[in-house]
């Protein structure tokens, strides 16, 4: 009989998270929804009330009006070109900065790596100025290599990637030198392959960073022809008003590519965050 009472507690307990989580999720994906129906609506159907989730006329010519009012294509194409890069860019440079703060000892290996992990601490505002005169002295400026330049390293990425190596058993890395391995072959044949997770949560934190990059761009790039996906939607916004039909349109276009990143990586996602915040 107790027995039993326990069961239906556990069934009551597990219906009534699952509702919560089902009214949270809805709530997420109103805003989603939102954007969705106001892509297809003017400024007047937008700001109506009560809310109209269905168009009384579909304006498919906001999304047409998208790309001939501001070379879209071209933004579109230059924030793809500038997240991937980094991503990547990321992904080698943190991992390789994690081994060595994982399976490699030397003296002070700890405390060089608690100094790397201070600068979480300090504001991006803080260095903004500073990295952006280091950024013009070396002539990159106005140029699609600032950017990159100026993200191409991550403390976060290094502690997300070292919690996953330190988790890596350290017989394996011992075995292989002992067969004569070096460190660059242990790293990329043993510890690498090993840190999908962390890798796949290194790649979607990134490339959602960079895909809605606003401040960077709007400071380091003036030329037209350069400009970001973010820029070209915030050029709709003048001081006269704002086209929030054509914002909507593009910000739906912009959401694809994080969908795409988010629905592929969701798996890994999970797991690594779930995984780095219970080991170190």
Known sequence: MVKGTGNLKTKASRSGLFAIMLILGICMIIPFLWTLSASFKNN????????KWIPEIFRWSNY??????????AYYLNTLKISIIVTVGQVVTCSLAAYSFSKMHYPGRDKIFLCYLATLMVPWHVIMIPQFIIIKNLGLNDSHWSLILINLFSAFGVFLLRQFMMGI???????????????FKIYSTIVFPMCKPGIATLVVFTFNFMWNDY?????????????TI?????SFRTQYGSEYGLIMAGTVCALIPMLL???VGQKY?????????LKG
């Open 44 to 51: 007047n159907e937008i700001f109506s009330y009560p809310i």
């Open 64 to 73: 047409k009006e998208v790309c001939e009012k501001i070379p879209f294509i």
């Open 169 to 183: 058993p350290e017989e394996l890395s011992e075995a292989a030198r002992i067969d004569g391995c070096g460190e």
């Open 215 to 227: 401040m960077a761009p709007m400071i380091y790039l003036t030329s037209e022809r350069l400009r």
């Open 230 to 234: 973010q820029i070209g939607l915030a």
């Open 261 to 263: 990143i988010f629905a």
């Open 269 to 277: 996602l999970v797991e690594g965050v779930a995984f780095s915040g």
